[in-house]
Structures are given as C-alpha cells and as structure tokens.
C-alpha cells in the first residue's frame, strides 16, 4: 500500500475533513504517475490532452471521444475505443488511465440485495450495496473510506474517517455497478465532430434506476468531490441519471445543506432519528453543533424543496429509546411547526456486534407509524435488507483504519 496522507480533523463535534494535497484536485492518485481520467468531466479531460500535446481542436474533439467512451459505453481499455485512430491509443494508454475501485468481495443476499467490498489505488477498503426491488434498482454509494460522526446506533460510525474518497472513487462505484448488471447502454457515436454534443440516454426501464448517497460517509463533508461526481452521474452525455433518481443523505451538517440544492439540486435525506436534544445527542452527536430547530430551519429553506418533491427523514426505530407514542407527536408536532414537505422513512434497528440499542417491535414501529399517518404525513415502515450479509442500514463497515504519522513514517522508512 502506498503512503498517504492523513486527514486533519479539528475535533469529535464538527469535523470539518480536509481534502489531502494529492487530492485536492480531484484526481485518483495513481502511483504510476499516469492521470485517472475517471470521475473528471470534458472540460478537464480537454485541458489534459491539450497539456499532453494535442491542438485545442483535437483535444476538444477526443475528449468528448473519451467521455463518451467512458460513461456511456463503460469502456476502461483505449484500445475499444475504436473512432479513435489506432495509433492514437497506445498514445493515450501511456499518459492515461480509465480506472475503477477494485473488488475485493462480492456477496449476495438471499433477498437480492448486492454488496461489494471495494479497495482505493492507495489500499483502503469500503463498501458499496445495490438493493433491487420490483419498481426499482438502488445502489447505495459511499462518499469517505469510515466516518467521523460517530453515530451510536451505525456500525460506520465506530470506524476512523481515513480519508474522503475521490469523484472518480464515487463515480467508479456506479460504474463498477452498470459493469455488474450488464446494463451499460449502447448509444450513437454520431454527432461527436459537432460543437453540440447533448446526451439521449435515459435510465428508465434499466435494473439500476436510482442512487443514494447513503453509504460509508458524512458527503456535505467531502462536498467538492461529491458534487463533481454527481454532476458526472447526471451529466446527460454520460450516465445520464436525473437528479429526481438522485437522494443525497446528511446527518446534519447545516452549513453545507443550501449549497448541495443550489449546486448539485438532488432529493434531500436528513437521519434525524430523535425529536429532543437530549436523545440526539446520544444518537447524533453532531446535534451538540447543529441543533434540530436549526436543522430544521434549514430543511424548510433547502432549494427545491415541494410536496412534489419531500425531503426525505430517516428515523431508526431503537427500543425505549425513540419510539415512543409522545416522539410520534413530537415528531408530528416539528414538522408541521416548520410547514416542511415531508416523508418519514421508519428504519427498524439493524443490530451489529457490540450495539448498545435493540430493535424495536414490530408493534411498535407500527402503532409509530400509524400516528404519523393520521396526521397527514407519509411514514412507511422500510424493510430491512441485507441483514446476512450486513448490507442493511447502519451495518457498513470494513476494516479500514486511520494509522499514525509515526506508524506511516517508520512504514516508509522500512521501504526505502
């Protein structure tokens, strides 16, 4: 494993992770020196051929080649890239590289659900899940290798945040996906030599139709690098996802939420989990930073937000702790207090070894759920998936670890 740099983090409340120098580009670091040409959009892939000795026309007119190839078509090899001269790509294969996370597992559950274990160029592992269903196909996405938040109820939480992962790592985790259900589309070469070069390709009737940033990781604090990789994701000459199939999930990092409906314009899901101070402290340690009131403030501004489009709260349901009929009402009572546009996912507990919470009975999560109801606002029970394969919600987490400086230094100094 190569050397890499740690991540400063000020504090246990509000950590606010710093890109590493060889990230801070946005580029996948590769120890080949070659440039990983996943996860940057056309306008960069340009700048990098021109940099490499093409003219600005034909830097131009390749890059939109290469994209095209890349995220429509899913090709990681220059030599299927056959618009392109042959002896053009043995020229790219030397200065270039189109990379993806590797696999270190795949296992399937016996309800459907997918999860992959992935490992980063720089050998820290995390994890990805696809969740099929009969209107759908989900693929839950990290965004960091561990977490920082420390949520007590999420097996991720327990982890060290290692570092934030890259847009090629986040976009590579789609890829990897298309790759494994044999779905990548098979669209027209034609009109690459035009100035206008607009994507058809729809996701409809395709097994992977939706994604949510749900996985290892706080996002809206790997925002930069989780931005550049959706607008590839939604860029409508590559993946072409719309951002209605789009969700992107904070634990409540209020500074950042207006910026992720301006910038990036995704369906907003907040893990809120508990209706009072004291219980999400516990819970969601960053309420000591970010209160619900302010939380909540900043749902009702967040851009975009419509009944036709409901942000989307996540409460897992935990025996004695959160689920009782007054949270119910408490929970009623903000949502209507802030007019918010709401539905509410009730998550019943998934267990991990060494949790400190249970789950709550299946009488209690329904008789929850029914009081939300009858106050107008959506509250479906989700059912659990992956638990055999700890896939569910809260279960992620590999064993990826933040090691010292010192550990680091002494690693490198046997090497050399």
């Known amino acids: 494993m190569t050397d890499t740099a740690l991540m400063s983090i000020p504090g246990p409340i509000d950590p606010v992770p710093v890109a590493r120098p060889d990230a801070a580009d ?15 959009p056309r306008e960069r892939i340009a700048i990098f051929l021109a940099e490499a000795g093409l003219d600005d026309k034909a830097a131009k007119l390749r890059s939109r080649q290469v994209f095209h190839w890349i995220y429509h078509r899913g090709v990681s090899d220059f030599e299927a890239m056959t618009d392109i001269a042959k002896t053009m790509r043995p020229w790219l294969a030397e200065r270039f590289v189109i990379g993806r996370p590797e696999i270190v597992e795949a296992q399937h559950s016996t309800d459907g659900t997918r999860k992959w274990l992935l490992r980063t160029a720089d050998g820290h592992d995390f994890e990805m899940v696809f969740i099929p269903d ?20 999420c097996h991720t939480g327990t982890m060290r945040l290692v570092r934030n992962l890259t847009p090629g790592e986040i976009v590579g985790q789609v890829m990897l996906a298309r790759d494994a259900l044999g779905e990548w589309p098979r669209g027209s070469m034609a009109g690459l030599e035009d100035e206008e070069d607009a994507g058809h390709y729809s996701s409809d009737g395709r097994l992977l139709t939706n994604i949510v940033m749900m ?27 719309s ?44 309420n000591r930073k970010y209160g619900i009131d302010e939380l909540l403030t900043a749902c009702a501004a967040y851009p975009g937000a419509s009944n036709a489009r409901r942000i989307t709260f996540e409460y897992v349901m935990l025996k004695d702790k959160n689920d009782s009929d007054a949270d119910a009402r408490e929970l009623v ?9 709401a539905k509410v996912n009730l998550i019943p507990f998934n267990p991990w070894p060494g949790a400190a919470y249970e789950t709550s009975s299946p009488e209690r999560v329904r008789r929850f759920s029914e009081i939300v109801f009858e106050a107008g606002i959506s509250a479906p029970v989700r059912t659990p998936r992956g638990r055999d394969i700890d896939a569910a919600c809260g279960q992620l987490r590999t064993a990826a670890e933040k090691k010292s400086r010192a550990e680091r230094d002494r690693e490198a100094a046997a090497v050399a």
């Not at 946005?26 to 940057?40: F, K, N, V, W």
């Not at 209605?244 to 301006?262: D, K, N, Q």
């Not at 009572?333 to 546009?341: A, D, E, T």
């Open 215 to 241: 996985g290892m990781g706080e996002p809206l604090y790997n925002f930069e690098n989780v931005k550049s990789a959706l607008r590839i994701v939604m860029d409508g000459a590559g993946l072409a996802l």
């Open 26 to 40: 946005g580029l996948t670091p590769r120890s080949d020196g070659r440039i990983d040409l996943l996860g940057l």
């Open 243 to 286: 951002k209605r199939r789009i969700t992107l999930s904070t634990s409540g990092v209020v500074p950042m939420m207006a910026r992720a409906g301006e910038e990036i314009g995704v369906n907003l899901a907040v893990s809120l989990h508990a209706v009072n101070k004291e219980t999400r402290d516990e819970i969601v340690p960053l």
């Open 333 to 341: 009572r903000l949502l209507k207090h802030y007019n918010l546009p």
């Open 134 to 153: 009969a209107d759908r196909g989900t693929l839950c996405v990290s965004s960091q290798v561990g977490c920082t938040l420390n949520c007590t109820f």
